[in-house]
């Protein structure tokens, strides 16, 4: 029988889809996570909000609303309603809702909306949430008698405050009841479809004035009311170039035209807010929120955000809100921004106009990563574990099952895709992101019975992560059960990733008290954090590993082994992406077969190995010597890139190979961090001030890595030439997405262009930051007489990334032939001659 959970809310109370919304993303996430999930209603309200004459069966009426709601969502016969005051019980009998009280786990009281009866007090499990933090906490500094014996009952208390107990914070934090911080969790896919065109306008749902419940703090009067903060910025829609909209439930004549007339856009928000369908796509058809914030949280910095912000959020809407505090958690400056002027809005939009889907993936990633129902509620049950001795067993089995587990095969279920559905930056498949999020720190070894013979050399594994969480926890899970050894070390550097990174890092610690994790105040860039890794390490083999692989078993030794070799100085294996003659072809979409595939590949290659002008430096191993001969990476080259091509001259430079193992093999998912660089523009900015410095070193141009030549790759190349070949007159300019492929550009008296293009004609490896940047490159070298474009079948996921260039060749080019082998040959400007 599966454990329990009762969400105690007030859907029928407060019968409007926003509340709605926020009590099904918690039934349904729980439910996700593997329990019976019931919803109740047990309180002496009058549903007056349901009624719509006073003789009205108001009891009945509020059964069939919550009946309404929740059955469209599969909790037809998971509620209960009890009016307390008639003594009436719809859903379930009393005795029941007595038994699920009794047998539950948790019984949660959403929004503190319930007085505890002795019923759910009874059980020790009853746990308060509060969604709108401040005024408990200051009646409780107060010491108001009603509110300490309101809060009694309760074993657990969480809060939307997330800023609480930080210096900047002016809410006061109760000494009696200890208050765990938390948020709105969301259900992803509830939203990640409503999101569809880019709106036009920002908008937001709330109401207009609410006079009450003021809160007073020594001499200050602290008022609920939005209104307040809107006249603050009521002459905003005149300063910005989007429509500003507020669906307002309540407003009275007066406000409605004080604020059209200085821009706003007013319509009733009861023409949705009763259709779960309606809001979702009101929201998801909106530009953005604009919204502002409570008084009492904005002067305070409690650090509540909105549950009505996550869900623009998860629909890929960007985000302007009054700042709470909730920058100190949350990241801001993509899909987020925080305000406290006029100006700082202003700036916020134009960012965001100026770079809209750049904006909207933010939010959607920012989304996924921070309110997703199982970062947020798998977070609640562990805080509640540590107080709760029940849950402390649940999770004590669930390590027993982990640990047996891991002694046979990898948490990391078969069947779980590895291949990207999106790349610059790359993207994962949903339902990898879904596997991801559950995957549990890894529980430490069993002890090995008797000796162990022959350990070899001890390994320091080095990795360094900023944020990207889902690759992280992939990577971890396939580390620590495939091949780790003991006396193997762990050493993690975090170059000042966010909360969830940074509360799975100290997970792994706690399991595993030998990883040492290394926490940096800012993103020291690439090469720094390895070298402090390195200088931490102990081993006698150095592996400098990236938190976007996942490792087959066998990986790690058989590295360490070609370094037997005094003359190799640097190794690293084969895989499905890189950027030069490490990559190989691979056949498998799922772990299982990549597994399978790596078994089979180090079976017929054992001990194979050549040498390669440089190693990307996503997995190398080295040996100490070496590293202490050859010196750190330089820390010159910022954030990232080009201190892989230095470092491999500098092992060749002291005597030493640099060679790639054809017996290892890790999948690398690739551009996990880098590739968001992209999204922001830095990525051509990085490369081009990092190859200059390269450049400057050696005394050299840098040249593009090469590829290794597979069959595949091969008839890829031939066939693309034979396109161009067939169908391209001879003088005519041919531009090339080659990826400095120079056999590609050789066209047989048809001059070939490189794509992208640097100053020189040559290839240049800077990718378009976006589609429209990608447009602007290919219609500069039309400009200079380029009549077509060959997109080899290497380089198709360029029209499924940059959008923009797509639908650009759809309206002003002509696609002359396709083959599905090679490639794609396009005329440039409709109406141009072609064979």
């Known amino acids: ?15 409007v889809a926003g509340v709605a919304w926020q009590t099904l993303h918690y039934l349904e996430g729980f439910r996700r996570l593997g329990y019976d999930v019931y919803y109740v209603e047990a309180h002496g309200c009058t549903p007056t909000k349901v009624m719509r004459r006073h003789d009205d069966d108001g009891v009945a009426l509020a059964a069939d609303h919550i009946a309404g709601v929740l059955g469209r969502f599969g909790f037809g016969d998971r509620w209960a309603y009890h009016a307390l005051y008639e003594e009436r019980t719809f859903g379930r009998t009393a005795s029941q809702l007595r038994d699920i009280y009794r047998s ?19 059980t020790n499990r009853l746990v308060y949430l509060e969604t709108d933090p401040v005024d408990v906490e200051i009646d409780l500094h107060n010491g108001r008698r009603e509110t300490i014996d309101y809060l009694a009952p309760h074993c657990a208390f969480f809060t939307y405050g997330e800023n609480l107990g930080r210096p900047d914070c002016g809410v006061p934090l109760p000494e009696r009841f200890v208050f765990r911080r938390t948020r709105q969790p969301v259900i992803l896919d509830f939203w990640s479809g409503s999101g569809r065109g880019e709106g036009g306008a920002f908008t937001t749902v709330g109401n207009w004035r609410q006079p009450w419940r003021e809160a007073r703090l020594g001499d200050q009067v602290y008022v609920w009311s939005k209104h307040h903060e809107f006249l603050k910025v009521l002459d905003l829609p005149r300063r910005v170039p989007r429509p500003l909209e507020l669906a307002l439930a309540s407003v009275e004549p007066d406000d409605r035209r004080m604020l059209e007339s200085h821009g706003w856009r007013v319509r009733s928000a009861a023409e949705f807010s009763h259709d779960l369908d309606g809001y979702r796509s009101y929201i998801g ?18 650090g509540w955000f909105s549950d009505r912000a996550a869900t623009y959020l998860a629909a890929g809407r960007p985000v302007i809100t009054q700042d709470t505090g909730f920058g100190n958690i949350l990241p801001t400056g993509e899909g987020l921004f925080g305000f406290g002027t006029m100006d700082d809005i202003v700036e916020a939009v134009g960012r965001i106009e100026g770079d809209y889907e750049r904006h909207r993936r933010g939010a959607a990633r920012l989304a996924r990563e921070w309110f997703a129902h199982d970062v947020v509620l798998t977070r609640m049950l562990r805080d509640l574990g540590m107080a709760w001795p029940a849950l402390s067993r649940a999770q004590s089995e669930a390590r027993a099952r982990a640990s047996k587990a891991r002694a046979g095969a990898s948490t990391i279920p078969p069947g779980l895709l590895l291949t990207p559905v999106g790349r610059w930056p790359t993207r994962l498949p949903e339902e990898t992101l879904a596997v991801a999020a559950t995957l549990p720190v890894p529980p430490s070894l069993p002890e090995r019975p008797g000796p162990v013979m022959d350990p070899g050399p001890r390994t320091s594994v080095v990795i360094v992560v900023r944020d990207a969480l889902p690759y992280t926890r992939l990577c971890i899970a396939s580390l620590l059960v495939e091949g780790w050894e003991d006396g193997d070390e762990l050493i ?8 969830p990174t940074r509360e799975y890092l100290g997970e792994l610690k706690a399991a595993h008290p030998w990883v040492q994790v290394v926490s940096n105040e800012r993103n020291e860039g690439f090469a720094a954090a390895n070298n402090r890794g390195m200088e931490l390490a102990s081993g006698t083999v150095f592996v400098l590993l990236n938190n976007d692989t996942v490792l087959p078993p066998g990986w790690k030794q058989t590295l360490a082994g070609h370094l037997r070799d005094p003359g190799v100085g640097l190794v690293g294996p084969v ?28 079976a017929i290659r054992r ?43 500098r092992v060749r430079g002291a005597g030493l190979r640099v060679v790639c193992a054809e017996d290892a093999f890790v999948h690398h998912f690739g551009q996990a961090s880098l590739g968001e660089l992209c999204a922001t523009g830095d990525y051509d900015r990085v490369l081009a001030s990092n190859r200059e410095r390269f450049e400057s070193k050696w005394g050299e141009a840098w040249k593009p890595h090469g590829r290794r030549l597979t069959p595949e790759y091969e008839a890829v190349r031939t066939g693309a030439r034979h396109l161009a070949l067939a169908h391209v007159p001879v003088g005519s300019p041919v531009v090339v997405i080659s990826k400095g492929d120079e056999e590609l550009v050789r066209l ?37 007489g380029a009549r077509f474009l060959l997109v080899p079948r290497t380089a198709a996921w360029w029209l499924e990334h940059y959008g923009a260039l797509r639908e650009h060749l759809g309206r002003f080019a002509s696609l002359v032939a396709r083959d599905d082998l090679a490639g794609s040959l396009y005329a440039l400007g409709k109406g141009d001659g072609h064979a």
């Open 575 to 602: 895989t499905n992406r890189t950027c030069n003659e490490a990559q190989i072809d691979v056949p498998y979409r799922t772990h299982g077969e990549m597994l399978a595939f790596a078994a089979d590949r180090a």
């Open 492 to 499: 993690v550097v975090d170059n000042a990733s966010g909360e």
């Open 104 to 122: 539950a786990s948790l019984i949660i009281n959403l929004h503190g909306s319930h007085l505890p009866t002795p019923e759910m007090a009874a």
């Open 748 to 784: 047989e008296g048809r001059p070939g262009w490189h794509f992208p293009q640097g100053s020189d004609g040559g290839y240049s490896a800077i990718y378009p930051a976006d589609g429209d940047g990608a447009v602007a490159q290919l219609e500069s070298l039309r400009a200079c």
């Open 285 to 302: 058809g909106s530009r953005g929120e604009f919204t502002v914030a409570k008084d009492q949280n904005v002067r305070l910095r409690s």
């Open 607 to 649: 001990g194979g190995a050549g040498d390669i002008p440089m190693l990307a430096m996503f997995c190398v191993a080295m040996r100490r010597d070496v590293w202490l001969r050859v010196g750190p990476l330089d820390e010159r080259f910022e954030i990232g890139m080009f201190e892989d091509d230095d470092y491999a001259r």
């Open 1 to 15: 029988m599966r454990e329990s959970i009762v969400i105690l809310g007030f859907l029928s109370h407060f019968p």
